[in-house]
């Protein structure tokens, strides 16, 4: 696994790149754009940090790319690989429509099966499979282009997502703290 | 008239009471039930026995050592009725030449269980009545008889417990000659547990009738959190063979290019389950790194309840960015970032050893942060670079491999779990360096030199 402090390093990096190309490109900003430029910015910047190793980033980085308006900042944080992934990205996003509907058929007819077994033993650990599924679908929700991914990558995922996220969160802290502390001074 | 029902209350425990070897030693739940049974009976002979009362009686009383047995028959009373005790008292009065006898008896603190006055009473003139012995003895001995069987089947649920756990070692060697697979040695620790629980399920099955359905019962709870849990693979495994009745020992799945499994004993081998084996392993192992990253997950071991938490998780964390850049907006009106580029060098001069990156010179390492600062600082300086040999020693104290090639560093992190444990603690370390608040205190550093750069950021942090 990448060590922190680079991961850290190099999301900071791109990351004032892309406030600076905001700052520079709008002059007023409403509160909410300013937010919602930060935010973007992170999170491409996060996504890129990884080039596109991970499908979350691939995914968050199509999602970003698909608004005309971030397309910009998009390339400029992606940098020179933009290009090679922005493919990557959309192949991704077709084989997400592929395994949609793949698994639309699946589920009709899982629920005609489901219906025989009633002994009381399956049904507990039915139960703890219904939990278990719902937590899944919950958690793919919130990882970004989750919804086509296996049980397994999809804990693969979470695993490299929650330390993107927290990375990011620690940049991002240390950074209001630092202009906070300017502010006052 | 107590005298003697007092040895027979006695013998009746005795006999019923033959796993404590002494009366007194039963449970005061055993000793109601015996009393119960002996009501009822008492209850339908007591008529017949009332006109011996008097004849016989003296002739108990005459027997020595009552007291002690009054002793014993008093804690008998004291776990039973509340009414008893004013019974006795009547009891004792009717006849006053008891009295010295049984002294206590007046004193006796009742303890209410609701005994009915009348149920009671039939009890009481049962104790009274002497003749009948041999009835009394029949009869304890067919109310001792479900006692027997209640204690029978307390003692024998112990029993195969033991003896499923000394299958269970034995399977246990078995095990561990078979197996193959050496890094996964907890996670088949935790199997065996399982197996254990299971023999022990199959020991109590086979051996009593009346506890079928708590078995039952105990299969259905231990086959759920079997499901629910993410390290009982074998568990399922088992189930799956006992239906198929598998007894193979080690059966090797030979298949080319393919992972060879090992199939444990007394499972299941068709590829299917071998193949789902060999996923939930894989599943489990990513959980356990979870559980490292998730703060507060080491307790929980069912795989819903470390979902939940992680999925609590990555939304805190999201949320978090959400508030910050919302922070970050508030606090930059014009969102420009240039001038933090240029102070936050004084202000986080602790981080400038921490990076020894694109361009940064030796100066940077100055020997008097390390002494400030000596762990993390090394922590995050041996993650990048080679390693300083004054920082050895230090990095030490961190459970963290001490040589760091790049290339482990841009492996795929499907490594092992060191990597992911030493990536927490370097995150922790990390954090904690600036939850010090060493940023006002720390003096500014004037040893920053070098074009501050916006493209070339030298943003130490």
Known sequence: MRPPTSLKKEFLKKWIMGLQLCSSSKKEMSFLERKKAIKLSADVAMASARNATTRWSRALISNASKDDSNKGLVECILGPESESLKRASMSLVLCNKRNRSKKISRKSCSIRRARKSSSQMVMASSIAKRLVKKRTQVLKSLV??????????????????ILSLRAQVDVMRHLANVTELLNRK | MMNMASPEMLHCLSTSGNVAGNGTDMTVLERQRVRMKWQQEQFQQQQQQQSYFGGSEFSMFSMGGQVGQAQQFHGLINGDSAALGDLLGRAVKADPGLENVWPEFGKLTMPGTGFNVENAGFECSGILNCSGFEMNHTTSRTSSCPLAAAEA?????????????????ESFKKRKA?????????????????????????GESKITVANNNNNKNSTTTTTTTAT??????????????????????????????????????????????????????????????????????????????MLDEIINYVQSLQRQVEFLSMKLAAVNPRLDF????????????????????????????????????????????????????ADIGLRRSISAPVSIP????????????????????????????????????????AAFTGPIDASNLKMEM
């Not at chain 2, 580029?341 to 986080?348: G, R, S």
Request: hydrophobic fraction near 30%; charged fraction near 25%.
């Open chain 1, 144 to 161: 970004p282009g989750g919804g086509s991914m296996s049980e397994f990558s999809l804990i693969e995922e979470t695993l490299d997502y």
């Open chain 2, 153 to 169: 089947k307390v003692r024998e649920s112990v029993l195969p417990e033991k003896i499923a756990s000394a299958v269970g070692r």
């Open chain 2, 178 to 202: 078979d197996t193959v697979q050496s890094p996964k040695v907890v996670a088949e620790e935790e199997t065996k547990d399982k197996r254990i629980k299971g023999c022990a399920e199959d």
């Open chain 2, 228 to 305: 629910t849990t993410t390290t009982t693979n074998n568990n399922n495994g088992e189930t799956s063979a006992d239906t198929s009745k598998e007894n193979s020992k080690v059966s090797e799945v030979q298949k080319p290019d393919y992972i060879h499994v090992r199939a444990r004993r007394g499972q299941a081998t068709d590829s299917h389950s071998l193949a789902e084996r060999v996923r939930r392993e894989k599943i489990s192992e990513r959980m356990k790194y979870l559980q490292d990253l998730v703060p507060g997950c080491n307790k929980i071991t069912g795989k819903a309840g």
């Open chain 2, 338 to 389: 240039n001038v933090d580029n240029f102070l936050a060098k004084e202000v986080f001069p602790a981080c400038a050893a921490n990076f020894p990156t694109i361009g940064m010179s030796s100066e940077m390492t100055n020997p008097s942060y390390l002494h400030y600062n000596p762990i993390q600082q090394v922590a995050t300086c041996g993650v990048e670079m080679g390693i300083n040999p």
């Open chain 2, 406 to 445: 790049d290339t482990f560093l841009d492996s795929c992190f499907t490594q092992i779990q060191p990597s992911s444990t030493w990536d927490a603690d370097l995150q922790n370390l990390y954090g904690a360096e600036f939850h010090q608040g060493r940023l006002m205190s720390f003096p500014s550093q």
